[in-house]
């Protein structure tokens, strides 16, 4: 377990229709290869691995993303999302000390010529 990760500027990249809870933060955002289609990066949300399913249930899917069966592993979860034309995955994780915390990395791709 770790102290939660200072903050760097905000992953201005990610979509406004999906939002992060508040009180996330952007802790790496990686600047893309030359050609890469796709964008990465990784948040402090300050929600326990459950608690960030129902924020799932409650808030994403009324939104339009649609999030694929999660597997599970001890301590993280990972799936797809989809609201066309952006995919991508997530992966959450309790990583930090304080286990009202996560680690949320985001993968996402515009498809279809956008």
């Not at 952007?26 to 326990?48: H, K, M, S, W």
Request: proline share 11%; hydrophobic share 35%.
């Amino acid at each position: 377990m770790k102290e939660l990760p200072p903050r760097v500027p905000d992953a201005a990249w990610l979509p406004s229709e999906l939002p992060l809870p508040p009180g996330s933060y952007t802790i790496y955002d990686e600047v893309p290869p030359p050609g890469a289609t796709y964008r990465r990066a990784q948040f402090v949300i300050p929600l326990g691995l459950h608690e960030f399913g129902a924020y799932v249930r409650n808030e994403l899917t009324g939104r339009g993303w649609v999030f694929g069966q999660y597997e599970a592993e001890p301590g993280e979860w990972e799936s797809i999302l989809v609201k066309a034309p952006t995919i991508g995955a997530y992966r959450v994780r309790s990583t930090f000390c304080d286990e009202s915390y996560s680690e949320l990395l985001i993968v996402l791709e515009q498809v279809g010529g956008h």
